[in-house]
């Protein structure tokens, strides 16, 4: 029942995008996303969708499949949309119904607007299609590894993010339990009104829990016990190593970004 | 030439907070002593004391009165907390509450991060501990995948890795199939025979102290017996008394003896099918 959600979506492979250091990953999508907002013509939003097409080639992964990233997000941009269409005024008048206008500004932001915040989806969405989510954790910690001198608890936000994907495919198995043992005592999870569905969960979600609790305090032993005392004097096991493609993505990168400050107005 | 003690009790009690605010005295003065490369097995009853005897072994607990030195330490000494915990390793029950790392190298990973041992260093010392317990295929696999006695044996690789004098498994084979239960055994084993580490092994089940160094039985916070496991095994009422199974070729042979039968002592099947040949040869 549970083992058709995908976590964090990621899909195993061996593409460019697969092999780069998530590290130059993550700070080519900050960049990408600063460079999609100075885009501001044509030509410029034409460039950044030529290289997300390039980009989704890269990563080997089907067009269809990529695409669907853009389903749970539909909504917001058919709404950002019809706000620009309806709001934005300016330039040659296409349609008028009283003191209603459709405005030729409207119409271009609206187009604007949609294609900026689809190419960030995609962007993101080849991101976690493309990394495991440890080697996001990891890459995410090493980044934001000169905050800590600030006081940002980075290892521990680090450890407690590993720590979550360690346990999220136990809890689910465990979930996948609870509910074959409590519909094996004749609770019924799949029929009636929402709140009645939503009653129904209270017998899964307070055995999950307690045993959540039990586990948490066991793990806090077992760590202590391996020596745990917090992230001072703490080493790492090195694993992200740059090669290479991330030279290749900085360059890809400062191209990038000449060429889009080139072109806009 | 005297046995070196790598763990030595001496007339050490500890008590919990109960639920009403009174101490609750678990261990009532215990004294023992572990020697060095010995293989130890310690039997009790549910609540006898025996997973709080392991916790003061590594400082996860300090004793409230006595004293207990882990190669001549004291484990009260604050500053030597840590490298306690490096030289005995511990094992829990459950294989699921115990690995912290998203993958089995992270895992074994974890506690030489703990230590702060170079990353170069730290690889050679996973990959060594990985072929250690036979798990070095498994190195980028996701822990949830494995069986439960995988798991353990990766729980092993983890304190094997920082070099310790010293396992302790409570109860590490409570929870496996009997499959796993001879994994982790034979692997107790063999780290006990060809590596030199100490083993405490804290168990339900007496047929998995048949062939240690010694056997000692906990009851109600003290040490009932101690002793050689034929010692130990021989005196099945007192056993019985306390709640205790013993090993199943121990109990068939009491059993037969008391059905008038003369068979001698003995801890393994092979031994006592033979003897059982013969009875019946010779009638
Ligand atoms: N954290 C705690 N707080 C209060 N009482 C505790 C705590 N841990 C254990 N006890 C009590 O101490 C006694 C001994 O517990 P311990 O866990 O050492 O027994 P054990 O021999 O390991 O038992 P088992 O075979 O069930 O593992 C038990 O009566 C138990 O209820
Ligand atoms: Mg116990």
Redesign the pocket.
């Known amino acids: 029942m549970l083992q058709n959600i995908a976590i964090g979506q990621y899909v195993p492979g061996q593409s460019f995008l697969h092999r780069a250091d998530p590290r130059s990953k993550l700070l080519f999508i900050v960049l990408f996303a600063t460079l999609v907002f100075l885009g501001n013509n044509t030509i410029t939003h034409s460039i950044l969708i030529g290289f997300t097409l390039f980009t989704i080639l890269l990563s080997r992964l089907s067009f269809t499949y990529i695409l669907k990233s853009l389903k749970p997000v539909w909504f917001l941009i058919l709404f950002t949309v019809i706000l620009h269409i309806f709001m934005t005024k300016g330039g040659t008048v296409y349609y008028q119904w009283g003191s209603f206008t459709i405005e030729e500004q409207g119409v271009r932001q609206a187009i604007f607007i949609s294609i900026r915040l689809g190419l960030l989806i995609l962007f993101s969405s080849l991101l976690t299609l493309t990394t495991s989510p440890m080697d996001l954790t990891e890459g995410l910690e090493r980044l934001l590894r000169p905050f800590g001198r600030i006081g940002v608890p980075v290892h521990e936000i680090a450890l407690m993010m590993s720590i979550a994907l360690r346990f999220i495919p136990t809890l689910m198995e465990e979930t996948d339990k609870i509910i074959k043992a409590q519909t094996a005592r004749g609770a019924d999870f799949t029929s009636g009104n929402l709140v009645r569905r939503a009653k129904n969960l209270i017998p899964i979600a307070i055995p999950l829990f307690i045993s959540a609790f039990r586990r948490a305090e066991e793990l806090a032993l077992a760590m202590e016990a391996r020596g745990y005392r917090g992230g001072v004097g703490r080493t790492r096991l090195n694993k992200l190593q740059f090669t290479w493609r991330d030279v290749a993505i900085a360059v890809v990168a400062a191209a990038l970004t000449f060429v889009i400050w080139w072109w806009r107005t | 030439m005297k046995p070196e003690n790598l763990l030595t009790f001496s007339d050490v009690t500890f008590s ?3 639920e009403e605010g009174q101490r ?1 005295k ?2 009532k003065g215990v004294d023992l002593s572990i020697a060095k490369g010995s293989f130890v097995s310690v039997l ?12 003061l072994m590594n400082a996860l607990l300090l004793p409230e009165g006595g004293k207990i030195l882990v190669s001549g330490v004291d484990t009260k000494d604050g500053e030597m907390i840590w490298e306690i915990r490096r030289h005995v390793g511990m094992v829990f ?1 459950n294989p699921d509450n115990q690995i912290v790392g998203a993958t089995v190298e992270d895992d074994v990973a974890f506690g030489l991060e703990n230590m702060g041992v170079d990353p170069k260093e730290m690889r050679n010392r996973i990959d060594e501990a990985l072929l250690s317990v036979g798990m070095e295929k498994y190195a980028l696999a996701q822990p949830y995948r494995l069986s439960g006695g995988q798991k353990q044996r990766v729980a092993i690789a983890g304190i094997m890795a920082m070099r310790p004098s010293v396992i302790i498994l ?2 590490a084979t ?1 929870m496996l199939d009997p499959q796993g239960r001879q994994e982790v055994m034979h692997l107790a084993r063999r780290l006990n025979r060809e590596e030199g580490i100490t083993v405490v092994n ?1 168990t ?1 089940f007496p047929e998995e102290a048949i062939d240690s160094d010694r056997v000692i039985v ?1 009851e109600n ?1 003290e040490v009932l017996m101690e002793g050689h496991p034929a010692e130990v095994f021989s005196q099945v009422d007192r056993l019985q008394q306390a709640g205790l199974d013993v090993p199943f070729v121990v109990r068939v042979r009491h059993e037969l003896i008391a059905k008038g039968y003369d068979l001698p002592f003995e801890l393994h099947q092979e031994e006592l099918v033979e003897h059982l040949c013969r009875l019946l040869l010779t009638r």
């Open positions: 919990y907070d109960g609750v678990v261990l009790g009853h549910n609540g006898s004391g025996k997973s709080t005897l392991a916790k029950q409570d109860e409570a804290i339900h906990m916070g």
